[in-house]
């Protein structure tokens, strides 16, 4: 059974850097195909993907935040860790980590329950 | 990026109706196409892969339908516990990208 859990500070000032981690269990980011993404969602707004990184240290990032992503990998630790430079209280939502299947068409098949980040003076 | 359209926003309906919810790409996704629930509160759901793949422990009543750019997600008999809001998602290239959701009520 795949688990993943969401961790990180509930509130951060503008212009701070936000650090979230994902630790995860059932699966093991060295094997071949495996994908950890971000995916967020502003209060009441739609899903927005961020970043993925695969097994193979392969990393993706959405276009309009890349310049302040990243995304790394710790496959002993089980952990995937997003950083996230320069916050602006319209980054505040939740984050949700989720597993992307290996095989293909991909979907993300497990989710953490979220962690909710407010960004505020 | 490929750009995933949902409308409407929000449909009313009542328990036992049929219901359609519409998803278009921007260009031809081929099969990678996913739909996902999220009660208020909760994280997603994965309901449909690869259009009309039910995912483990999904009702029957729920189907998915399309190729190309347009797609369906459809409930046969709407159930109390199926009011929440749906999204679409494609997974044909990077980055991926979701639909803006719609959301199902109570009529």
């Known amino acids: 059974q795949i688990t993943l859990k969401e961790s990180g500070p509930t509130l951060v000032k503008p212009t701070q850097t936000l650090t979230l981690t994902c630790t995860f269990s059932?699966?093991?980011?060295?094997?071949?195909?495996?994908?950890v993404g971000w995916i967020r969602q502003p209060p009441g707004k739609a899903l927005e993907w961020l970043a993925l990184?695969?097994?193979?240290?392969?990393?993706h990032y959405s276009p309009s935040l890349k310049s302040r992503l990243t995304i790394t990998k710790d496959t002993s630790k089980n952990q995937v860790v997003l950083t996230m430079t320069n916050v602006d209280p319209v980054d505040t939502a939740t984050y949700y980590c989720?597993?992307?299947?290996?095989?293909?068409?991909?979907?993300?098949?497990?989710w953490g329950q979220g962690t909710l980040v407010t960004v505020s003076s | 990026d490929i750009q995933m359209t949902q409308s409407p926003s929000s449909l009313s309906a009542s328990v036992g109706d049929r219901v359609t919810i519409p998803c278009r790409a921007s260009?031809?996704?081929?099969?990678?196409l996913n739909w996902y629930q999220q009660k208020p509160g909760k994280a997603p759901k994965l309901l449909i892969y690869?259009?009309?793949s039910l995912q483990s422990g999904v009702p029957s009543r729920f189907s998915g339908s399309g190729s190309g750019t347009d797609f369906t997600l459809t409930i046969s008999s709407l159930q109390p516990e199926d009011f929440a809001t749906y999204y679409c998602?494609?997974?044909?290239?990077?980055?991926?990208?979701f639909g803006q959701g719609t959301k199902v009520e109570i009529k």
């Open positions: 998602q494609q997974s044909y290239s990077l980055p991926r990208t």
């Open positions: 260009q031809s996704i081929s099969d990678y």
């Open positions: 989720t597993h992307e299947t290996t095989v293909t068409p991909r979907r993300f098949d497990s």
């Open positions: 990184v695969f097994w193979n240290d392969d990393k």
């Open positions: 690869a259009v009309s």
């Open positions: 059932g699966f093991s980011l060295s094997t071949n195909g495996v994908g």
